[in-house]
């Protein structure tokens, strides 16, 4: 049985500090062209000016694939690397960069409560109960080793005006996979907010086997009306898996059936993901935990500058989430995430970034209150046009809500 590993694994500004619009409109947010729908070429949420204003670093295209195969069990992040082998933040332009963003972050600077008069769709949230299905990788970490319902998560969300919800698949047994679909479709009796399912399904299986690839196990899917998109995690696999024949066509598969693949990677992995969205170009892509960067490690290099490469493709967009995860206790101040906030904003651009919560793996590293706060304030000097396309409009455009 193939081992999977847990979701856990999965987390020049303007002035004032509103974001740039490097990105080109909302390419990886609509249909792409050669599936069921055409790409949007007409530019819609361009930034004004026109024109593309994504930069990628100078000898990255072409340069040579180089993989870590760093990525730890059951989402625990990596163990901290020898002092000697941390880079510090240096005080270039991206440092300098993150201050901006951060003006608008104290607690005067702007009125209480007024992120409520944005509607939420919380783009990753995680639903399980041990005693209906087996999740392997739970039994590793104890403080996630029991049920996560949805009045759980209406607990963690109190007074946070979440009105739409993107369940992404928790890794269940891979043999379990309908179940939990099934699972997700019996809990929107008593949580009617969830409106899309990002399901698990193995790509390779159908051409492993020697038929004619995954469309059978992707229309299976798809009786639910609710699955909008595959995730299959990248991280934890050997070197190459991405870049296989088989994968490469069941991720195209999934582009045709007019779904969205979730990227679940590490920030080693972000070259090798790159090669693949290039390969997919009709496939809409959605990057979670903006590639799991170093933040306990305090590098910004090389997931900047494979980030920027990535996000220079326009069929896909990011998630800003599970950065609390991915920091060590010590480095969850908001100056240690800024950095690379405000890196995922200034390449994707407003049009192509996401909330998300990766609720109840957040719990490992803070309240669901305190990781909405976070993005509040770092949002707090942008437009109201700009937030809403944060905190709603591209998780509705991405997932065809």
């Known amino acids: 049985m193939r081992h999977r590993h847990g979701p856990a694994q999965d987390h020049d500004l303007r002035r004032r500090g509103a974001p740039v619009r490097p990105g080109r409109g909302n390419a990886a947010l609509s249909p792409p062209a050669g599936g ?43 163990e901290r690397l020898p002092a000697d082998g941390l880079a510090e933040l240096h005080p270039g332009d991206h ?3 993150h201050h901006r963003v951060g003006r608008g972050t104290g607690s005067g600077a702007r009125e209480e409560g007024c ?18 299905r087996d999740y392997p990788w739970l039994r590793s970490v104890p403080a996630l080793d029991r049920a996560f319902l949805p009045s759980d998560y209406a607990a963690a969300t109190d007074g946070i005006a979440i009105t739409q919800i993107v369940f992404v698949e928790s890794n ?57 998109g ?15 024949p088989a994968f490469v066509e069941g991720v195209r ?34 990057l979670d935990h903006c ?51 405000a890196s995922v904003v200034e390449f994707f651009g407003t049009e192509r970034v996401l909330y998300g919560s990766d609720w109840p793996v957040l719990t490992l590293g803070g309240r669901y209150g305190d990781w909405h706060g976070f993005a509040d304030r770092f949002t707090a000097a942008w437009t109201p046009t700009e937030r809403r396309r944060f905190y709603a409009d591209n998780a509705i455009r991405a997932y065809r809500l």
């Open 253 to 286: 598969a999934v582009g045709r059936r007019g779904l969205t693949f979730d990227l679940c990677v590490t920030h080693d992995q972000l070259r090798e993901v790159t090669d693949l969205v290039r390969r997919c170009a009709d496939t809409r892509f959605v």
């Open 291 to 341: 590639a799991k960067p170093a933040i306990r490690q305090r590098r910004l290099e090389p997931w900047r500058a494979d980030i920027a490469c990535l996000a220079a493709q326009e069929n896909v967009c990011c998630k800003l989430s599970a950065l609390f995860t991915e920091a060590a206790p010590e480095r969850r101040r908001e100056e240690d995430l800024l950095p690379y906030a």
């Open 115 to 132: 992120v409520n008069a944005v509607q939420i769709v919380d783009s990753h949230v995680h639903f399980w109960d041990p005693r209906e």
């Open 36 to 78: 069921s729908h055409g790409r949007d070429r007409n530019g819609a949420g361009r930034h004004r000016g026109g024109g593309d204003r994504r930069r990628e670093p100078a000898g990255r295209r072409g340069e040579r694939v180089r993989l870590g195969g760093r990525g730890t069990d059951h989402g625990i992040p990596a």
């Open 172 to 228: 269940c047994l891979p043999e379990e996979a309908r179940e939990e679909v099934q699972f997700v479709e019996r809990l929107v009796s008593v949580e009617p907010r969830i409106a899309a399912i990002v399901a698990f399904a193995d790509l390779t299986q159908g051409l492993r086997a020697g038929g004619s690839g995954p469309e059978q196990t992707l229309d299976a899917l798809l009786s639910s009306p609710r699955v909008k």
């Open 95 to 97: 440092h300098r960069q």
């Open 230 to 244: 595959i995730r299959q995690n990248i991280q934890g696999q050997p070197p190459g898996f991405a870049l296989q």
